[in-house]
C-alpha cells in the first residue's frame, strides 16, 4: 500500500493543495531561518516554501517509497532555484529516534505528520530535544473535529478502516494538547477547516510553538 500512496499522493492532495495549502504552509515557513528539520517530508511539498535564510535543512522521511519521490522533488527544485549557500540532506530516520544531538536545530517543522506517526508524544519529546532554547516548533495537522460532534462521530467510525488505507492515519487525535503536554509553549495557533478536503479529514490546527 506505501508504494501505491506514494505514487498518487500528490495527485489526490492537488485539489486540497491549491486550495489552501500552499498558502497555509508559505505563511508558516516564511520566517524560518538557520538550521531547519523537516519530520516525514514524504514527497516535499514545503521545499519551495523555505526561505533562503534557511542555511541548511534535513528532511526526514522512513517510508522508502515517499523518499524516493523526496529525492526526486529535491532535484527539480535545485534546478528550478538552486541555493548554493544551503545544505540539504534526507535521511530515513523516524521521528521518534532523530539521530541528531541534542541542541541541533533553530526549528523543527511538521506538516500532515502527527497525524501517522506510532507515538506522538515520543516524537514530539524528540524534536524537542534537538531544538536549541527557543527553538521554533511549526506545525500543520489535521485533527478531532472537537466542535463539531457530528463531524467527531464520523471520524471515529471511519478511523479503524481509514488508518489500513492511509498509512496509519489516525482522524481522532488532539495535537494541540499533546503538543503542549510535550512541554511546547503555543505562541499562535490557528483552527480552519481544509478547503476541498474530505469532510472526515477537514479539522486542522497550524501554529508556532517554541520550547
Not at 24 to 28: M, N, V, Y
Not at 172 to 175: A, F, S, V, W
Not at 181 to 199: L, N
Given at each position: 500500500?506505501?508504494?501505491?500512496?506514494s505514487?498518487?499522493?500528490?495527485?489526490?492532495?492537488s485539489n486540497v493543495?491549491?486550495?489552501c495549502?500552499?498558502e497555509?504552509?508559505?505563511?508558516?515557513l516564511?520566517?524560518?531561518a538557520?538550521e531547519?528539520l523537516?519530520?516525514g517530508?514524504?514527497?516535499?511539498?514545503n521545499?519551495p516554501?523555505y526561505?533562503?535564510?534557511?542555511?541548511?535543512?534535513?528532511?526526514?522521511?522512513p517510508?522508502?517509497?515517499?523518499?524516493?519521490k523526496?529525492?526526486e522533488?529535491v532535484?527539480?527544485e535545485r534546478?528550478r532555484?538552486?541555493s548554493?549557500?544551503r545544505?540539504?540532506?534526507?535521511?530515513?530516520?523516524p521521528?521518534?529516534?532523530?539521530?541528531?544531538?541534542?541542541?541541533?536545530?533553530?526549528?523543527?517543522?511538521?506538516?500532515?505528520?502527527?497525524c501517522?506517526?506510532?507515538?506522538p508524544?515520543r516524537s514530539?519529546?524528540e524534536m524537542?530535544?534537538?531544538?536549541?532554547?527557543a527553538?521554533?516548533l511549526i506545525?500543520?495537522e489535521?485533527v478531532a473535529?472537537?466542535?463539531?460532534?457530528?463531524?467527531l462521530a464520523w471520524q471515529?467510525r471511519?478511523e479503524p478502516a481509514?488508518?489500513?488505507?492511509a498509512?496509519?492515519?489516525?482522524l481522532?487525535?488532539?495535537?494541540a494538547?499533546?503538543?503542549?503536554?510535550?512541554?511546547?509553549?503555543?505562541?499562535?495557533?490557528?483552527?480552519?477547516?481544509?478547503?476541498?478536503?474530505?469532510?472526515?479529514?477537514?479539522?486542522t490546527i497550524?501554529?508556532?510553538a517554541?520550547k
Open positions: 500500500m506505501a508504494w501505491f500512496m505514487l498518487i499522493y500528490d495527485r489526490f492532495m493543495e491549491e486550495a495549502l500552499v497555509w504552509r508559505a505563511d508558516l516564511r520566517d524560518l538557520g531547519v523537516e519530520i517530508a514524504g514527497t516535499g511539498a521545499l516554501h526561505p533562503r535564510a534557511v542555511t541548511r535543512l534535513v528532511l526526514t522521511e517510508d522508502r517509497h515517499m523518499r524516493l523526496l529525492h522533488r532535484w527539480h534546478a532555484a538552486p548554493p549557500s545544505a540539504l540532506d534526507i535521511t530515513p530516520a521521528s521518534d529516534a532523530l539521530p541528531f544531538p541534542d541542541s541541533t536545530f533553530d526549528a523543527v517543522v511538521s506538516t500532515l505528520v502527527l501517522s506517526v506510532p507515538d508524544a514530539l519529546a524537542r530535544r534537538v531544538l536549541r532554547p527553538g521554533k506545525y500543520l489535521h473535529a472537537e466542535d463539531r460532534p457530528d463531524r471515529r471511519i481509514w488508518k489500513h488505507l498509512g496509519n492515519c489516525h481522532t487525535r488532539r495535537t494538547d499533546t503538543i503542549r503536554a510535550a512541554g511546547f509553549t503555543i505562541d499562535r495557533e490557528q483552527r480552519e477547516s481544509m478547503h476541498k478536503a474530505m469532510f472526515f479529514t477537514r479539522p497550524r501554529g508556532v517554541h
